[in-house]
């Protein structure tokens, strides 16, 4: 993937992946971008994660349309201020960059803490959002659901992994292969391209995303009353694609089949879909979840164009 700095227009002009750096609400923000017809997708990715968790997306929707996924704030090469975080801020910073692009109403997908903020986006600039993907995310389980204590459980972990360093990244990609996150027949290219982008350095290396940042959007992915809010505000075509699994096999999911309803009670019209055989990370780097999210973003952009 080559880097250089991309303006409003030069989408058009590129010819294959590329990554670049572009204004948001006062900071600078990373992105990579993969080239196709028509109008961009935006990607919004995880809690710690970068652009580079839609590089299996990307690849299979081969040129049908064009992927453009930012690096939130605090997180991959994107600036790390001190201040301010939350979805809101992530939002406005979405909405600056799209702005910047030149770029209209889009559908926008987002995977887990990413869907919150493609909600964010949708409720305070509808005009930049023609549909929304959500994956995995967008919503706050129920308190009592079994899986409310291991998204919380699995999250105090993985803040404590970025303060870690690693000799290599290579190391970095063997601690993750002993993982039962990515199970091994579904570890893949596009698995340890995402791991090596998300540590920075060269001999250590560490993870990149910003502790403070991860800490303060947590504080808000958990904020019910907020959350709801903005989804009561969502009119626009919208799907929930969901894991079977939690973060690792044996977990139950984030988004059990009980929880569908009650996120129907705020976006009547939310269709649904569970992959099977999927956990957290490789609904989105999967081979064939990410074959059929492609297909999905292809036809939801296909309808928004129209």
Known sequence: MTSKTMQPNDFIKVSRPARGRVCGDGVQLAFGFWPGRGA???????LTASHMNFVGIAERLAGRCPLFALD?????????????YGLAQHARDVAAAMRAMSLGPSTVVGHSMGAFVATALAA???????????????YVPDSTNSAADGLNAALAVRISQLSQTYPSRLAYREFWRTQPHFPSEQWNPWVEDFLDYEVG???????????????????????????????????????????????????????????????????PHLQDDKF???????????????????????????????
């Open 201 to 267: 350095g060269d001999s250590p290396v560490q993870p990149k995303a910003s502790e403070g940042a991860v800490r303060a959007d947590m504080a808000e992915v958990l904020q019910r009353d907020a959350i709801v809010e903005r989804l009561r505000s969502i009119r626009v075509p919208t799907w929930l694609l969901r894991a079977e699994s939690g973060f690792i096999p044996s977990q139950p999911p984030l988004f059990s089949d009980a929880t569908v309803p009650e996120f129907r009670k705020y976006i």
């Open 40 to 46: 961009p997708v935006i990607g919004l990715h995880g």
């Open 276 to 306: 099977a055989g999927t956990t957290h990370y490789t609904i989105v780097l999967g081979e064939r979840s990410a074959a059929r999210i492609a297909d999905l973003v292809a036809e939801m952009n296909r309808l928004r164009s129209q």
């Open 124 to 138: 305070q600039e509808p005009s930049l959002v023609s549909a929304l993907i959500l994956i995995d995310g967008g």
């Open 72 to 84: 939130l704030r605090g997180r991959g090469d994107s600036d790390k201020p001190g201040g301010p």
